[in-house]
């Protein structure tokens, strides 16, 4: 196999706080890897070690069959990164930004010039090009950032939470404009929050918790692991909810999880919509009303929940399962 | 990494932060307000007090070349603003990740606030002309008073660069510096003669480097003390004030700009 991407037992403290605790990983050579997990897991540590920000205190990492650690210089060359927060220089126009990026890589003057302009075609941002980036949107900016992170056309591709903090629209083009670029044969390692993202497009999944790799798989695998959609039902009579579990349980892949005060269950489900008309269909025999159903793909909060039995949301100190 | 590389990347990133200024010219115009006004403050609040001649001319002679150097101090506090801001927005990692030469950032940077000095002193220069002041040397010995005063700058600008990525925060650098700047530049030579100052304030302003690059740029200009009778100081580094703003330069980038990049290297965001 042709390994871009090759990590293994990396580990960084601060002080007292281990952020990585020893996490192995590889990437095959233009595939995408989405690193999914809670804010503080320690995803944004991986990318900065590999892309050569962070020393790491053990372990070794390498890119394109380059070592991180003993040649930074040389790795640099081969990678491209866009941040979490978009590294664009507001004063700048578009197309400075990019062409200064380019003078960077050393791709000479015309060069730049030349990828600027191509890459601002490329993210639809031609019009924009000659504007000072202040007056962007977030969406552009992320673009641009992006468009940063692929000057020297780099083989292999870090985008640190690409879409966190953009609208809906916004984050439905980026996920289209990085398919574009994968299906160029570029390796990507990508960090997301959302399970969404990294099922849309990512080949592999890393589920990171607390600096370490609690699960791994494809999209599908870690679904099955996590038991698929969720059946959500709002019974009318609370005091019915116990008899509504007992009605639905035997449809499930894992006893249903209560509300009393909402009078609602969630049940881990396959087959989506047809277990619903099951489960309606059920209770209606039994003579139970309801007053809300439906099916909902599994969300970062159900696979941490199945996996580490708390929330990803919930404080990390106290370590409770408090959504059980 | 070749010298072209080191040097055409510190142009490209110089570029980068002088666009900034042709984008925001209200930062120029603040940056440069600013000292007009004290010059304006100083010549015609305080002149008639300090110039015993009457009317001020010759302190306003007198006080241009404080000035000079008071501005290009405070404009050092633009470099360390000016990383911390980049520190803070990710800029500085992006650059991290980029194959240039790392000393660029720095350099750029430094270089950058060179012109923005040049460009202060062009117009505090203009400033000092409309209210009476003059230079009664030769062009020669000006632009060596003005060269001094820029080197002298570009070495503080390198202390500044360090705090800039020390603490990553354009207000705090900007509050912080000012509690260090403004004594630096009011205990010194640069808006009073220092015969008029107490004893242990007086030696500590001697030996204030801002009084000797005041000094330097005073004797280069050809303006005088404005009370020519004053007792006038003796110490070494007033007396050779021109040796001792270059050798303080010199010592300040020695240190400084190695403690910068280190800093750099460290540099996170967030």
């Known amino acids: 196999m042709d390994v871009a991407i090759e990590v293994a037992g990396l580990v960084k403290r601060y002080g007292d706080v281990t952020a990585l605790d020893g996490v192995d990983l590889q990437v095959p050579r233009g595939t995408v890897l989405g690193l999914l997990g809670p804010n503080g897991a320690g995803k944004t540590t991986i990318v900065r070690i590999l892309t050569t920000l962070l020393q790491p205190d053990a372990g070794s990492a390498s890119i394109d069959g380059v070592d991180v650690l003993a040649k930074p210089r040389e790795v640099r060359k081969r990678l491209g990164l866009s941040g979490q927060y978009a590294a664009v220089d507001e004063y700048l126009t578009g197309f400075e930004n990019l062409d200064m990026i380019g003078r960077l890589y050393h791709l000479g003057r015309r060069r730049s010039r030349e990828r600027a302009r191509e890459l601002l075609a490329q993210f639809s941002l031609t019009e924009a090009g000659d504007r000072p980036t202040r007056t962007y949107s977030g969406g552009m900016r992320r673009r641009l950032d992006l468009a940063g992170a692929l000057v020297a056309a780099p083989p292999v591709l870090f985008l640190d939470e690409p879409t966190t903090g953009l609208d809906p629209r916004s984050r439905t083009e980026m996920w289209g404009v990085i398919q574009r670029l994968v299906a160029d044969g570029t390796t990507l390692l990508l960090t997301t929050q959302y399970l969404e993202e990294a099922d849309v497009l990512a080949d592999d999944i890393v589920v990171i918790d607390h600096g370490r790799a609690i699960a791994r798989g494809t999209a599908d695998q870690l679904k099955a692991q996590i038991g698929g959609e969720r059946l959500e039902l709002t019974v009318s009579d609370a005091d019915r909810l116990e008899e509504a579990v007992g009605v639905v349980t035997p449809l499930g892949v894992a006893p249903p999880v209560t509300d009393e005060h909402r009078r609602s269950l969630t049940m881990p489900v396959t087959g989506g919509v047809k277990a619903l008309r099951q489960a309606l269909d059920q209770l209606e025999v039994a003579g139970l009303d309801v007053d809300d159903a439906g099916v909902r793909r599994p969300t970062l909060d159900d696979v941490f929940l199945t996996l580490t039995g708390s929330t990803a949301g919930e404080d990390d100190e106290t370590g409770e399962a408090g959504a059980a | ?270």
Do not use: C
């Not at chain 2, 501005?71 to 990740?97: E, H, P, Q, Y």
């Not at chain 2, 020519?228 to 580094?237: I, L």
């Open chain 2, 1 to 270: 990494m070749t010298t072209i590389d080191v040097v055409t990347d510190a142009a490209v990133v110089a570029k980068r932060n002088l666009i900034k200024i042709k984008r925001v010219p209200d930062l120029l115009v603040f940056t440069t307000l600013s000292p007009i006004m004290f010059v304006l403050l100083f010549a015609y609040v305080f002149g008639g007090a300090i110039d015993p001649s009457g009317g001020g001319a010759a302190y306003r002679e007198f006080l241009i070349a404080g000035i000079f150097a008071q501005t290009v101090v405070f404009g050092a506090t633009n470099t360390g603003a000016g990383l911390a801001d980049d520190v803070k927005k990710g800029i500085v990692d992006r650059f991290r990740s980029l194959p240039m030469a790392p000393s660029a950032v720095l350099t750029g940077r430094t270089l950058s606030d060179v012109v923005n000095n040049v460009i202060v002193l062009i117009v505090m220069s203009i400033t000092g002309l409309i209210v009476g002041w003059r230079i009664h040397t030769g062009p020669l010995e000006a632009l060596w008073g003005f060269a001094l005063l820029l080197i002298f700058a570009y070495a503080i600008s390198w202390i500044m660069a360090w705090l800039g990525l020390l603490i990553p925060s354009p207000e705090v650098i900007n509050n912080a510096s000012f509690i260090v700047i403004f004594p630096l530049t009011f205990v010194a030579n640069t808006f009073v003669p220092l015969d008029t100052l107490p004893g242990p304030l007086r030696v500590f302003a001697e030996w204030n480097p801002v009084s000797s690059v005041t000094q330097a740029a005073r004797e280069l200009f050809g303006n005088p003390p404005p009370n020519p009778v004053a007792a006038v100081s003796t110490a070494w580094s007033l007396e050779h004030a021109q040796v001792y703003t270059l050798l303080w330069s010199v010592a300040v980038v020695a240190v400084f700009a190695p403690l910068a990049a280190a800093q750099y290297r460290r540099a996170a965001s967030r």
